[in-house]
């Protein structure tokens, strides 16, 4: 079954020009696009009218485009235009990630807003990566994460761009949700969900509601001084973090790293079967 889910809120020229920049990414790159969907703000559930768009896909090379000696380059990025990003990853490198504990791959994953894609292939891939994710790495991510925005654009507090504090409550909500569920490696992507589900204090609850209100229609915030409530829940997530998740763990095991492989070959050879060629040589 082929995928596509776009709301009806999202502007359709802008849409029909990402349509447009993944044709030229599959017939430019000669690739296999077995998934492409929209990333940041729109995904996430806090979009303001002047969001830019940003399209994110896997990219699969063709079975014979493997056999060369030279490395070929593991992301294709397009130029922006005006305020359309689009850029993407190859499988390999989408897998290793994973493995590693990024969790961006699982959130593109689950992205409710997709532009093509292949069923077979998410569902494949999401439930391979629920099981080969790492929860303390995907933890350590959404603390390294969280602390460099709270870094880069809190400063001391008293002029914060009002934008940029969804940034930092996404990882220390996604913290708190892991934090309260032992057996679960993968949070919610969908803010406002993830928001109720981590069953954050009161007081932070109408402060959030707000933020999003005025972010919903609003073309610029501005900046403002941290509001106490995001701050002291930000700080405690973080804090809480770093006791647990903030030391380095033991990498993918080998069965994984054999089933990362098993998954990459069987994608490729389904690919190059639904797409009438044949395989120059034998995968396995």
């Known amino acids: 079954m082929t995928l596509r889910h776009i709301p009806v809120e999202m502007d359709g020229e802008k849409v029909a020009l990402i349509d447009a920049m993944l044709d030229r990414v599959v017939a430019e790159h000669r690739v296999f696009l077995p998934l492409a969907i929209e990333s940041g703000s729109r995904a996430w559930g806090f979009a303001s009218p002047d969001s830019d768009y940003d399209c994110r896909f896997v990219y699969v090379r063709r079975a014979v485009d493997h056999i060369t000696p030279w490395a070929s380059r ?30 961006v791959i699982v959130e593109w994953l689950c992205s409710p807003v997709v532009y093509r894609g292949e069923a077979w292939f998410r569902d494949a891939f999401l439930a391979f990566a629920r099981e080969a994710a790492s929860r303390e790495a995907v933890c350590r991510h959404y603390l390294h994460l969280g602390e460099r925005q709270r870094r880069v654009y809190f400063g001391d507090g008293t002029s ?33 969900t993830l928001m109720e589900e981590c069953d954050p204090p009161g007081e932070l609850r109408a402060e959030v509601a707000g933020l999003m209100e005025r972010k919903a229609i609003t073309h610029e915030l501005g900046s403002a001084p941290l509001p106490l409530a995001v ?26 790293i054999l089933r990362a492989e098993q998954f990459y070959r069987g994608v490729v050879e389904r690919l190059e079967r639904e797409s009438g060629t044949t395989l120059p040589f034998r995968l396995d």
Do not use: C, H, T
């Not at 405690?236 to 033991?250: D, I, K, N, P, W």
């Open 74 to 103: 593991d992301v294709i990025e397009l130029p922006f235009e005006g305020d359309l990003d689009a850029n993407g990853w190859d499988l390999r490198k989408a897998l290793q990630l994973l493995l590693k504990g990024n969790a």
């Open 231 to 256: 701050a002291s829940f930000i700080d405690s997530e973080f804090e809480l973090a770093r006791g647990v998740f903030e030391a380095g763990a033991a990498g993918a095991s080998q069965e994984m």
């Open 160 to 192: 914060v761009p009002q934008k940029k504090i969804f940034y930092a409550l996404r990882p220390a909500a996604a913290l708190r949700w892991l934090r309260m569920r032992p057996a679960e490696a993968v949070a919610p992507m969908n803010f406002p």
